[in-house]
Antibody, heavy 118, light 107 residues
Framework: QVQLQDSGPGLVKPSETLSVTCTVSGGSISDNYWTWIRQPPGKGLEWIGYIYSSGTTNYNPSLKSRATMSVDMSKNQFSLKLTSVTAADTAVYYC?????????????WGQGTLVTVS | DIQMTQSPSSLSASVGDRVTITCRASQSTNNYLNWYQQKPGKAPKLLIYAASSLQSGVPSRFSGSGSGTDFTLSISSLQPEDFATYYCQQSYTSPYTFGQGTNLQIK
């Protein structure tokens, strides 16, 4: 059973860089797509982007090139950095696996980590 | 971007009721349409993928249907644990987008 554990700083100052990490257990990070999704308090879900284990990425243009994802195979982890944050980036950040096999869906999720920009 | 619109935004129902939630896409998603359930303080949970395929471990009272731009999620007999927020999501084209959510409440 794949499990994801996301972690983050909790509080980030405006204009600084937000960093969150997801640790994958119960399975390998290899040969999979991994994604970040966020949810502002009381609001809906926004897809941020995905990274394949090889390093290939695809980001939501709404983030205006502020997002960068990376993979650390040795630690079975993947990470998100979001630069120049504002209060609008305050959200619960979820990591998830993007499963393919012809149909794409987010089948395993981390518990979410709240990041407040203030 | 493909815009996803769910209706209704909120819904009150009783245990044992059958409920249907609708999701409409601004253009065809070629059945790359998923449904998720989210309970307060928890991560979303995948219920249905590819418009009508039941995710492993999800009770059979959940079902999905539709094609092209119009999709529905049905729950045949509501159980107490089904009261939650439901989201549709298209994975046909990037950026992947979600509906605004439907809050299913106990009547």
């Amino acid at each position: 059973q794949v499990q994801l554990q996301d972690s983050g700083p909790g509080l980030v100052k405006p204009s600084e860089t937000l960093s969150v990490t997801c640790t994958v257990s119960g399975g390998s990070i290899s040969d999979n797509y991994w994604t970040w999704i966020r949810q502002p308090p009381g609001k809906g879900l926004e897809w941020i982007g995905y990274i394949y284990s090889s390093g290939t990425t695809n980001y939501n243009p709404s983030l205006k090139s502020r997002a960068t994802m990376s993979v650390d195979m040795s630690k079975n982890q993947f990470s998100l950095k979001l630069t120049s944050v504002t209060a609008a980036d305050t959200a619960v950040y979820y990591c998830a696996r993007l499963i393919g096999s012809g149909w794409w869906s987010f089948d395993y999720w981390g518990q979410g980590t709240l990041v407040t920009v203030s | 971007d493909i815009q996803m619109t769910q209706s209704p935004s909120s819904l009150s129902a009783s245990v044992g009721d059958r409920v249907t939630i609708t999701c409409r896409a601004s253009q065809s998603t070629n059945n790359y349409l998923n449904w998720y359930q989210q309970k307060p303080g928890k991560a979303p949970k995948l219920l249905i993928y590819a418009a009508s395929s039941l995710q492993s471990g999800v009770p059979s009272r959940f079902s999905g249907s539709g094609s092209g731009t119009d999709f529905t999620l049905s729950i045949s007999s509501l159980q107490p644990e089904d009261f939650a927020t439901y989201y549709c999501q298209q994975s046909y084209t990037s950026p992947y987008t979600f509906g605004q959510g439907t809050n299913l409440q106990i009547k």
